[in-house]
């Protein structure tokens, strides 16, 4: 009968290791649990023919367990909000932690998640925390994720802690998702339109003038210029390197390589994110989605237990803007220095006096998470307005563009057609 070798949790919910005999894995597993264990782990017993074939089934075990191959791309925020829920739900269930894992990643196709979790078991198995776990992996589990899962194990809570983190993180991603989604409609057209501007000055004003040379006609200023930025176009202007309708394809490109190179360096970050909130209409919604993203990111951490002071700096570092990290950086020094939040936050000027206001009284009341969770919750209703009212009047606005671009093609192109015609007609 074959033997298994198995891990398990006793009444008291310490580990054992032993071995059973059973005909088969889940008779194996009846039998451990008959003896008032909860099995972690079981395994049948091989029996080693030789050196050679052991050192080979040992080999082909840790090339099993180190999962094999390699995994291109990362972990999506959908894709880590999942597992954050299910492991929720496994821990909620009462399975020990290391089998969680274990099943997690087993349901997995090979990706990314799936190997970082397989590195995950290992630690977690060897004697490691979770959140140590989770910390060696900070491209996939950021510092935000690490600590409450830290805050979780330290209160005996990691269930409610995932829970909390895996709405924490659909909101957020929702909020997300919104603005881009009203920014890519103007981002389209604009793109189509470039495309189209630069096909017809590049194949058809060149075929009207010379149409327009063959009646040796006058043409007005407007066609003039339209001629002359359509040699630029295609590269027919005299001593030119190059068409300029590379330059025109070519410069959305390299504006925003640039805008991510500048932002990269402290000063040009603390430039374009001054000026983004300057901005007519996209200021006012760029602020509203930062106060929503850091009061509810605050306002999770705090309810997770996380000391206020960490929980400031970690939310300074996932606001995303720094003119709010600045404000939030003095914050977190005047709290080390005895202070209140909410009076160095209003002295700040980056907040409505009714975010300051509602701080102040989660102070008072000592219900500062549940405050700062119906700030976000009032200011992710909004964005939704804003971008609302947003897409209502870019509408309009690009209609008005492009009927401008396509009337004003039309014009340039007609008038010298009506001068021929009144030469033909003496």
Known sequence: MPTFQYEALN???????????????EEALQRIRMQGHFPTAVREQKVKKSATSGAAASSKKKKKKGGGGISLGGVSKKQLTLFTR?????????????RSI???????????????????????????????????????????????????????????????LADFMEKSQRLK???VGAMIYPVAVLSVAVLIVTGIMYFIIPQFEEIFLDFGIELPKLTMGLIVFSRWVAGNEPDQAFPGAIILLASPIVAFVLFKL????KPGRAAFDWTFLKFPVFGGLIRKTVI???TRTLGTLISAGVPILEAIQITRD????????????????????????AGPLRETKVCDALVVNMIDV???????????????????????????????????FMVILLGGMVGTIVVAMFLPMVAMINSLNQ
């Open 11 to 25: 009444a008291s919910g310490k580990p054992e290791k032993g071995t059973i005999e059973a005909a088969s894995n």
């Open 362 to 396: 989660g102070e008072e009341t000592g219900d500062m998470d549940s405050m700062l969770s119906k700030i976000a919750d009032n200011y992710d209703e909004e964005v939704d307005v804003a971008i609302g009212s947003l897409v209502k009047l870019i509408e309009p």
């Open 262 to 265: 500048i932002r990269k360096t």
């Open 102 to 164: 274990q099943i997690l990643e087993a349901q997995l196709k090979p990706s990314k998640l799936k190997t970082v979790l397989q590195s995950v078991a290992d630690d977690v198995e060897g004697g490691m925390s979770l959140s140590e776990a989770f910390s060696k992996h900070p491209r996939t589990y950021d510092r935000l994720y690490t600590k409450m899962v830290l805050a979780g194990e330290a209160g005996g809570v990691l269930d409610v802690i995932l829970q909390r």
């Open 177 to 179: 998702s919104k603005v």
């Open 292 to 294: 929503a993203r850091f």
């Open 86 to 98: 299910q492991l929720s739900t496994l821990q909620d269930a009462g399975l020990p932690l290391l």
């Open 318 to 341: 996932t606001c995303g803007n720094w003119v709010y990290e600045r404000a939030l950086n003095k914050v977190h020094d005047s709290i080390r220095e005895g202070e209140s939040f």
